[in-house]
């Protein structure tokens, strides 16, 4: 695809891709729109500040990095069908009929109000099923208040469902097109890869379904070890 060319050509130019605005970069997400795990990878190399080629260099190489840490949901896997979709499937069971569109954009505009900076910092606290469902619905229910739901009760229930789904069903979920060949290459190389990511116990399903923890020599989950990730 072109955004697949353009994210190449940023490797082998060494310039960054844009991605604009945080909604409009996960909007991009969950409709598959990024090559997110090339991107990562760019990332990873212009960190260390090296070619990505030197991430998987062979044996003999001083320079050969020995390990990789990868996050989970949209870095490897997205929801799918959309978010939009599956919200609206949840709350239309509670008498609340809203186009996934619609939900798709209050979603977009309180992950705006809240900031990467809010969200990133109290992410450490997802250690555990209770403080990850609290905060989310804290989240959700601002989302549902801009689409005319105000009471506390439904949209804790639809809070509930909703992070159950996303946590721990694996049909909900794919695997982003270039993800395991980017894990394949780098397990050719000897490199070491670990998995990190904020989730319930039942998310160990959502990797196992979808053939990722193969790749792992590490897999770490939040709510099973108690500790957030980085």
């Known amino acids: 695809s072109e955004k697949n060319k353009d994210t190449k050509r940023a490797f082998a130019d060494g310039t960054r891709p844009e991605f604009g605005s945080s909604s409009d970069f996960i909007n991009s997400l969950e409709q598959g729109g990024k090559n997110i795990s090339l991107v990562n990878i760019y990332k990873i190399a212009s960190a260390l500040k090296v070619s990505p080629s030197c991430l998987v260099r062979n044996k003999t190489s001083h320079k050969r990095y020995k390990a990789v840490v990868f996050d989970l949901h949209y870095t490897l896997i997205r929801l799918n069908p959309s978010r939009g979709v599956i919200y609206r499937k949840i709350i239309k069971k509670y008498g609340l009929d809203i186009r996934a569109q619609t939900i798709k954009k209050a979603f977009s505009a309180v992950w705006e109000e809240y900031g990467d900076k809010r969200i990133s910092n109290s992410h450490h606290t997802h250690h555990n099923k209770k403080d990850i469902e609290l905060w989310w619905f804290y989240f959700h229910h601002k989302m549902l208040k801009k689409l005319g739901c105000k009471d506390m009760h439904k949209a804790a229930l639809i809070n509930k469902e909703i992070t159950d789904q996303f946590y721990g069903n694996p049909k909900l979920?794919?695997?982003?097109?270039?993800?395991?060949?980017?894990?394949?290459?780098?397990?050719?190389?000897?490199?070491?890869?670990?998995?990190?990511?904020?989730?319930y116990r039942s998310t160990k399903k959502v990797i196992a379904h979808l053939g990722l923890a193969k790749y792992f020599n590490h897999i770490e989950i939040s709510c099973k070890s108690g500790v957030s990730k980085p």
């Open 173 to 199: 979920h794919k695997v982003y097109n270039d993800a395991k060949k980017i894990l394949s290459l780098l397990k050719s190389g000897n490199v070491k890869l670990a998995l990190a990511t904020n989730g």
